[in-house]
């Protein structure tokens, strides 16, 4: 599987942008998704994940009430809606793809997954 992430920019605090993910291989609806994002001088860190057929997702605790992840399976994508976003969101944000987990539990560490995008940098303005 193959992954291009798309849809980063600069916002106003508070403001929202949407990220895509588009994936290669006729099998992407078989596996997990998730994004991640990394601040300089920190580790890359869980944002949110969705179950292969969308059943589940989940969010880290920073995120959560203020990220939607969504899969569109007959189009390869992922997308991640930013809403209200804070200058600790400021982040490059990565999509991922794992083989592993269910449609009722989805890995949310990084070493779980198995195919990465080449990350799209957000940046939130105070």
């Known amino acids: 599987v193959q992954l291009q992430a798309s849809g980063g920019g600069l916002v106003q605090a508070g403001g929202s942008l949407r990220l895509s993910c588009a994936a290669s291989g006729r099998t992407f609806s078989s596996y997990a998704c998730g994004w991640f994002r990394q601040a300089p001088g920190k580790e890359r860190e869980f944002v949110s994940a969705?179950?292969?057929?969308?059943?589940?997702?989940f969010y880290s605790d920073s995120v959560k009430g203020r990220f939607t992840i969504s899969r569109d399976n007959a189009k390869n994508t992922v997308a991640l809606q930013m809403n209200s976003l804070k200058p600790e969101d400021t982040a490059v944000y990565y999509c991922a793809a794992t083989s592993r987990g269910t449609d009722y539990s989805v890995p949310q560490r990084v070493h779980e997954y198995n195919y990465w995008g080449q990350g799209t940098l957000v940046t939130v303005s105070s």
């Open positions: 969705i179950s292969w057929g969308g059943s589940s997702t």
